[in-house]
């Protein structure tokens, strides 16, 4: 647009036209390259004049109006490039709802059914009082959906009419669909489902205990781990002089120092980091918040990519190298990073599943190999339960050896006999 079309528009809708300069800025301060600025300028400088020519002021772009306005904007558009001219029109109208001067069309109000209810209870449960991810709410609302379904249809019933029997025929036919025998996660979203609907007073007994228990053989393999040689060959792998090469080293550098799970590593904010302490603080499962000291080479590898290599305006630590450099939705870039380091180095991966807990198990087991005990090695990687950190007393086999009886021999069973007989 030339300089004599903008101040036209300014001219006639100035009121407007402010929040097309403001929404502008922010896609070039969030690293949108000039074409692209080009052309949502375009596509919000056409808006500005449907808006001046139907004599529309401040307080007027609200339901009908704003939609009619949409509609002529969109009808006066050259058909090239047709869809990506309408993908920055609605951006710019997202932009103008959040700064208050334009409000959408109220979408029809349906009335809730109390499965509706339910589940938006269900929701604010397991968020507030359990301080579960989204994640592991979707699939605990999905199991809610199934269950009820199952045992009511399409109508909710009365909830105490379920039964014990009833999870045993549901988890029943989980399995003739299908499902692995062994999984846990259908009975442990039961049992989440049951205790809250007691716990909501919904239920006037708590069904959670009448969810069976799938029967786990005793786990015979020992966790997988690579060398610290190896996790260091991976490390230098990852590495290069770009945006993402400097991103995915800082990344898996957390990983590996400190044992992060790969949620907790791109749930980092920038604020998390106490430069002067030297510390970290860590977005745990459950809500909890813990601070641990930050080495020296992670600082670096952080630093480095702050400095060389990362953009954008969000608060996260490790964003997209794409613009508008958004946060990650999951941690799947974590392993894609440590598959790529694989590949690129030739290694072999100790399990068939590469995945970035394998820098934790490592980091574990380097940990007990040095003569750590179980109790640091569970206060690095946060376990609630000392149980979980015994998994790896089974790669400690000299302190295994100190605590194994002798092997009977016949002279000794002779004592024993003739002691007891005595």
């Known amino acids: 647009m030339t300089k004599r079309k903008t101040d036209t528009v300014a001219a006639s809708v100035h009121w407007l036209d402010q929040y097309r300069l403001k929404f502008l800025k922010l896609l070039h301060d969030q690293g949108y390259a000039a074409a692209t600025v080009r052309t949502y300028d375009s596509a919000a400088a056409l808006l500005c004049r449907v808006v001046s020519r139907r004599g529309l002021h401040n307080g007027q772009l609200v339901g009908q109006a704003l939609s009619k306005v949409r509609t002529a904007t969109l009808a006066s558009m050259h058909q090239d490039k047709y869809d990506q001219k309408q993908y920055c029109l609605e951006r710019f109208i997202d932009a103008l709802v959040e700064a208050g001067v334009a409000e959408r069309p109220a979408p029809k109000k349906v009335r809730p059914s109390p ?214 939705a999951d941690s799947q870039i974590l392993n894609s990073a440590l598959k790529g380091a694989f590949e690129c180095t030739g290694l072999r991966p100790p399990q068939k599943y590469v995945g970035s807990h394998l820098l934790r198990h490592s980091l574990a087991t380097d940990m007990l190999r040095k003569g750590a005990s179980l109790d640091e090695i569970g206060d690095v990687l946060r376990h609630r339960s000392r149980m979980t950190t015994t998994i790896y007393a089974r790669h400690d086999v000299d302190g295994l050896r100190s605590i194994a009886p002798d092997w009977p021999t016949a002279k000794a069973v002779s004592r024993r006999a003739q002691g007891a007989r005595a």
């Not at 009833?166 to 029943?172: A, E, H, K, T």
């Not at 708590?206 to 610290?228: E, G, H, I, N, W």
């Not at 002089?241 to 990983?255: I, K």
């Not at 044992?259 to 907790?264: H, V």
């Open 115 to 328: 499965l509706d209810h339910l589940r938006s209870e269900y929701v604010a449960y397991l968020r507030d009082q359990r301080g579960l991810t989204e994640a592991t709410i979707y699939h605990c609302v999905c199991f809610l959906n199934r269950f009820m379904a199952f045992r009511f249809g399409d109508t909710l019933g009365n909830l105490n009419d379920i039964t014990p029997h009833d999870i045993v025929d549901f988890l029943r036919k989980l399995r003739s669909d299908g499902k692995a025998p062994r999984d846990k996660t259908p009975p442990s979203h039961l049992r989440n489902l049951f205790r809250f609907l007691f716990w909501s007073g919904k239920t006037k007994r708590d069904l959670a205990a009448s969810v069976p228990r799938v029967a786990q053989p005793p786990r015979s393999t020992l966790p997988r781990y690579l060398k610290p040689e190896e996790v260091e060959t991976l490390l230098d792998a990852v590495w290069s002089a770009d945006p993402t090469g400097r991103r995915n080293y800082a990344m898996l550098m957390v990983l590996a120092r400190l044992g992060l799970r790969a949620p907790e590593v791109i749930a980092i904010q920038l604020d998390d980091i106490d430069w002067r302490a030297g510390t970290i603080l860590i977005r745990g499962k459950g809500k909890r918040h813990d601070r641990m000291p930050l080495p020296e080479d992670v600082g670096r590898a952080i630093v480095d990519y702050i400095r060389k290599g990362r953009r954008g305006t969000s608060r996260r630590l490790f964003v997209s190298t794409k613009v508008p450099y958004r946060p990650f």
